[in-house]
T-cell receptor, first 115, second 115 residues
Framework: DQQVKQNSPSLSVQEGRISILNCDYT??????FLWYKKYPAEGPTFLIS?????DKNEDGRFTVFLNKSAKHLSLHIVPSQPGDSAVYFCAASENYGGATNKLIFGTGTLLAVQP | KAGVTQTPRYLIKTRGQQVTLSCSPISGHRSVSWYQQTPGQGLQFLFEYFSETQRNKGNFPGRFSGRQFSNSRSEMNVSTLELGDSALYLC??????????????FGSGTRLTVV
C-alpha cells in the first residue's frame, strides 16, 4: 500500500506564479516530512523539511505546510522560476530520533515552469 | 568536499546474472541507505547500514542484499536478476541514523538495465 501519495503526476505553472505541490499520507506515526527535488540523471536533493509538531516551515521561496488532521502536506514555491522545473518527491519518516533513516517516498510530481 | 559516489553509473546485465553496485559515502558519514526508483513507483527503500550493521530492510526479496565496510563504503548485490529489477538504484549517506532524513545526501545513482 502506498503510505505517501502524490496524486498529481505533473503540474505546469507560469514563471513568476505560485507552484503548489500536494502530498497525502496514511500513516499517523509519521513524525517528519521532507521534500526533495530531482533533475534527470541526478540524485534527489533536499529542499525543505517539517516536523510533525509544526504546521509551517519557510525557507526563501519555499514553504511547506502540514495539516495533520487531514494527513496532508503541501509545498509552495513563490515565485516559480524555470530552474525549478524538476520532479518533486514528498517523503516521510516515522523514526525521527530513533534507530533508522528509512524514508517513505511518494511517486513524485513533475513540475514544469513555463517562461 | 566530495559527494556520494556510486559506481558504475550504467550497467546492462542479462536475466539470471548477478550484479554488485558500490556506494562511497561522504567522508565521515556512517549511515548508507539504498533505494530503488522505478517509473510510477517513486523511491522504494531497500536497506540501511550504519556502522557496518543493517539497521532496517525494505520489502524486497532475499535476492537483494547489502553490506557495509569499516570505511563506511557500501555495496548492494542482486542475484538471479529479473527484468523487473531494471531501475535506478540510489544510495544516500548521512552522518548519523535516526535523523528523519536530515543530512541525507544522495548519489547520482546506478542505472541498471536487465535484458
Amino acid at each position: 500500500d502506498q503510505q505517501v501519495k502524490q496524486n498529481s503526476p505533473s503540474l505546469s505553472v507560469q514563471e513568476g506564479r505560485i507552484s503548489i505541490l500536494n502530498c497525502d499520507y496514511t500513516n499517523s506515526m509519521f513524525d517528519y516530512f521532507l521534500w526533495y527535488k530531482k533533475y534527470p540523471a541526478e540524485g534527489p536533493t533536499f529542499l525543505i523539511s517539517i516536523s510533525s509538531i509544526k504546521d509551517k516551515n519557510e525557507d526563501g521561496r519555499f514553504t511547506v505546510f502540514l495539516n495533520k488532521s487531514a494527513k496532508h502536506l503541501s509545498l509552495h514555491i513563490v515565485p516559480s522560476q524555470p530552474g525549478d522545473s524538476a520532479v518533486y518527491f514528498c517523503a516521510a519518516s516515522e523514526n525521527y530520533g530513533g534507530a533508522t533513516n528509512k524514508l517513505i517516498f511518494g511517486t513524485g510530481t513533475l513540475l514544469a515552469v513555463q517562461p | 568536499k566530495a559527494g556520494v559516489t556510486q559506481t558504475p553509473r550504467y550497467l546492462i546485465k542479462t536475466r539470471g546474472q548477478q550484479v554488485t553496485l558500490s556506494c562511497s559515502p561522504i567522508s565521515g558519514h556512517r549511515s548508507v541507505s539504498w533505494y530503488q526508483q522505478t517509473p510510477g513507483q517513486g523511491l522504494q527503500f531497500l536497506f540501511e547500514y550504519f556502522s557496518e550493521t543493517q539497521r532496517n530492510k525494505g520489502n524486497f526479496p532475499g535476492r537483494f542484499s547489502g553490506r557495509q565496510f569499516s570505511n563506511s563504503r557500501s555495496e548492494m548485490n542482486v542475484s538471479t536478476l529479473e527484468l523487473g529489477d531494471s531501475a535506478l538504484y540510489l544510495c544516500a549517506s548521512s552522518p548519523l541514523t535516526g535523523t528523519g532524513g536530515d543530512g541525507y545526501t544522495f548519489g547520482s545513482g546506478t542505472r541498471l538495465t536487465v535484458v
